[in-house]
């Protein structure tokens, strides 16, 4: 599967959500990650823009494989994604020490999330910055029309992921071994 997705920056959560419902779009649920990064020892994973994520909102984890599609932190062609749900957190984190993973990073955050169609909508806060949205769908040009929808000129958007953000106001997700609501710890 692949992935493509626009951000919008410092949206304001309460109008936000008005429109959306305006628009047609529907409330999918609010969700408090936890998730933690992996890449082999010798970073092979990093070196090619990739990299494998376990992630829990406490009811569901999803096992991920994620790789950048031509592109880096300043912006991508979309993101190619292998995803399945895995039973257990704990023994899926067990696991994937067992096979020779090490952690890249730690990291929360908390979602909104909004549906309509094809198009996903992820209000999404992160520690530390300040609180954007994520359109996602099949195409950038179906992302970019559904940005339209809410006001937003979709030639404007962000293509990139949290990283590319934490970047626009001054951090390097890169030199944190843990960023979540409690704090951010340098490596």
């Known amino acids: 599967m692949e992935e493509f997705e626009i951000k919008f ?11 959306l419902l305006a628009i047609g779009a529907e409330k ?6 936890s998730r933690t990064l992996w890449d082999y020892p ?6 090619k823009d990739a990299w494998v994520r376990l992630r829990t909102d406490g009811k569901e984890t999803t096992l991920t494989y994620k790789e950048r599609i031509g592109g880096s932190d300043d912006g991508d062609e979309g993101m190619k994604e292998i995803e ?6 704990e023994k899926t984190f067990e696991l994937l020490k067992a096979i020779g993973l090490v952690i890249k990073r730690e990291e929360g955050n908390k ?10 909508f992820d209000i999404d806060s992160w520690p530390f910055i300040p609180t ?12 970019r029309s559904a940005a339209g929808e809410l006001g937003f000129d979709g030639s404007q958007g962000i293509i990139g992921t949290a990283g590319t953000i ?3 106001y001054g951090f390097d997700k890169d030199e944190y071994s843990s960023i979540t609501f ?3 710890v340098k490596k």
């Open 111 to 120: 979602r909104i999330r909004y549906i309509k169609g094809e198009v996903v």
């Open 42 to 47: 010798d970073k092979s994973l990093d070196e």
């Open 84 to 89: 399945i749900v895995v039973e257990n957190y």
């Open 28 to 33: 999918a649920g609010e969700y408090t990650y």
């Open 182 to 184: 409690e704090g951010m």
């Open 132 to 143: 954007y949205i994520e359109i996602e769908s099949s195409s950038y040009e179906k992302a």
């Open 9 to 19: 920056l410092e949206v304001d959560v309460p109008s936000l959500e008005k429109k």
């Open 166 to 168: 934490y970047k626009k």
